[in-house]
């Protein structure tokens, strides 16, 4: 059974920085040859695909987030991170990973908030 944690959220100023990561279990998983992206719900909106990195770190960004976020990965650890930089009060959402375009059952996800 597959079991995805994400932690790292918070409530940041515009302009702010985060650092999100999610971790991986599970027996059957082969992290290191999945690849993983981080999503976003947002209120009253759908939920969106912002970063994916594949297993030879190809990477892809949405549009409103290039240039200030990066995804990166540590299979060892079966882990994934996003660096959020020069956050908006828009980048406002929960924050979920999971496996790209195959869906694994969602984590609980991190809050985050952009708010002065």
């Known amino acids: 059974q597959v079991q995805l944690v994400e932690s790292g959220g918070g409530l940041v100023q515009p302009g702010g920085s985060l650092r999100l990561s999610c971790a991986a279990s599970g027996s059957i998983f082969r992290f290191l040859t999945t690849t993983m992206g981080w999503y976003r719900q947002a209120p009253g909106k759908q939920r969106e695909l912002v970063a994916d990195?594949?297993?030879?770190?190809?990477?892809n960004y949405v549009d409103s987030v290039k240039g200030r976020f990066t995804i990166s990965r540590d299979n060892a650890k079966k882990t994934v991170y996003l660096q959020m930089n020069s956050l908006k009060p828009e980048d406002t959402a929960i924050y979920y990973c999971?496996?790209?375009?195959?869906?694994?059952?969602w984590g609980q996800g991190t809050q985050v908030t952009v708010s002065s």
């Open positions: 999971n496996r790209v375009p195959s869906l694994l059952p």
């Open positions: 990195i594949a297993s030879g770190n190809k990477i």
